[in-house]
Nanobody, 125 residues
């Protein structure tokens, strides 16, 4: 399984951005996929996750500003980010795990089996 993130760039506060995560070798029909981020000196934190049945979950810090989606035909996970703030500065990672039930999707990093290498998002004020 390989997850490859892309789309991280430098933007001004208030701007929008879409991150992508291309998955290869991940053939589960039921799964959880998530976006996490890690700022320098801080722990990795969950941002959003999605189950294969379409159920989504967001952290309070991004709720209403970020939207997670996936395109099964393209085997790609997306994170649409709007209303970006300087505190959104971080390296963003996607993660995946086989999961039958939507309620099992979590923001615990240890729960996920597969991780990408990350993409950097820089928001300037």
């Amino acid at each position: 399984v390989q997850l490859v993130e892309s789309g991280g760039v430098s933007v001004q506060a208030g701007g929008s951005l879409r991150l992508s995560c291309a998955a290869t070798g991940f053939t589960a029909s039921t799964y959880c996929m998530g976006w996490f981020r890690q700022a320098p000196g801080k722990e990795r934190e969950g941002v959003a996750n999605i189950h294969s049945d379409g159920t989504t979950s967001y952290s309070d810090s991004v709720k209403g500003r970020f939207t997670i989606s996936d395109d099964n035909a393209k085997n790609t996970l997306y994170l649409r980010m709007s209303g970006l703030k300087p505190e959104d500065n971080a390296t963003y990672y996607c993660a995946a795990r086989y999961a039958i039930l939507a309620f099992s999707c979590t923001f615990r990093t240890a729960w996920y089996n597969y991780w990408g290498q990350g993409t950097q998002v820089t928001v300037s004020s």
